[in-house]
């Protein structure tokens, strides 16, 4: 078997796991059926809470982000650029694509080096320039998101004490944008700026929170749309909001400290094989060339790489909680 069929098997294999998971995880019946019937309920129901809790889906709905897309959605540059602004440190795509070729052609010149495996080497010099820069995002967008997270309910609560003293919304979010620091301070201090040069709060509001990506902030702009269709107290409205916001990053914690042990055990077990197979390789590589000239060896590493991204997957699933 040569290595372009052995390749070749490897991702049909990985094509046709792709393709069990595209069919298995379609949209489920059930939930449908509920939605339509709430649907109902909502249309012809006399209940106050019901009318409320039509108008807070409405609400949800109108602000489903319209200028940005998500990842596969629209433009795959779009969505990069977007996840880029998200990290706060300034990249742009042509420092992302830099960073990427940088990565893949040193993995693929210290690989080639150490084995002498042009093939085998350009690989896996692909896989680390395609992945760590993700990873790199990922962890800078995830920073950013816990440092904003961390400091919005006392800027929640710093409006609320500017609303109680008398002074209107625009006002306490340019308060908010000076004395928080953060994350925070820059994003209100964005918003500030679009209403300044003419666009309504509600706009500013919306278009930072389609940046961001942030379900706190989402909170935030709903409850405001909430409270200009059916009035109230907005500083009272906007307390709850940070005190179930504090409640919420306390559950997140809580979840944390009880699935850590869990996941700990993931990344050991998922991690192990890889370590110990570099560590044998780096030290004697003699002893595991077999893995880089044997046909049946080097199929047998993609299989038992292929299932162990499998397993590793499902780990995550199982130790993933969404609040």
Not at 12 to 23: H, K, P, Q, R
Not at 61 to 87: I, W
Not at 212 to 239: D, H, M, Y
């Amino acid at each position: 078997m040569s290595i372009f069929q052995m390749l070749l098997f490897a991702f049909g294999l990985m094509g046709v796991l792709a393709l069990g998971y595209s069919a298995l995880s379609g949209p489920s019946s059930s939930k449908e059926g509920m939605r339509r019937l709430q649907a109902v309920r909502y249309r012809h129901s006399e209940s106050t809470d019901t009318k409320v809790e039509s108008q807070l889906k409405k609400a949800i709905a109108a602000r489903k982000p319209m200028a940005f897309k998500v990842a596969g959605s629209g433009s795959r540059l779009d969505a990069l650029a977007v996840r880029l602004d998200r990290t706060g440190k300034g990249w742009t795509l042509t420092h992302y694509l830099y960073g990427s070729v940088g990565i893949a052609l040193v993995i693929t010149v210290i690989i080639f080096l150490r084995t002498g495996a042009p093939l085998l080497s350009l690989m896996i010099g692909m896989f680390a320039g395609a992945g760590l820069p993700h990873f790199i995002v990922n962890y800078f967008i995830k920073r950013r998101t816990a440092q904003f997270n961390a400091k919005f309910p006392d800027a929640i609560e710093l409006l609320v004490r500017g609303l109680r003293s008398g002074l209107p919304v625009t006002e306490t979010l340019g308060v908010v944008a000076q004395e928080v620091p953060g994350p925070v301070g820059v994003e209100f201090k964005a918003i500030t700026d679009r209403i300044k040069v003419g666009r309504t709060m509600e706009d500013a509001l919306n278009v930072t929170g389609d940046r961001l990506g942030i379900p706190e902030f989402n909170f935030f702009c709903i409850t405001l749309a909430i409270q200009r269709e059916t009035g109230g107290n907005l500083a009272e409205t906007l307390s709850n909001l940070a005190d179930v916001l504090r409640k919420r990053a306390q559950m997140k914690l809580k979840i944390r400290a009880m699935s850590s042990e869990s996941k700990a055990s993931a990344y050991i077990v998922g991690s192990l094989p890889f370590i110990v197979f570099f560590m044998i390789w780096w030290i004697n590589p003699s002893y595991l060339e077999g893995f880089f000239s044997d046909d049946r060896l080097i199929v047998a590493g993609l299989v038992g790489a292929v299932w162990m991204a499998i397993g590793a997957f499902i780990m995550a699933k199982m130790v993933n909680f969404e609040i």
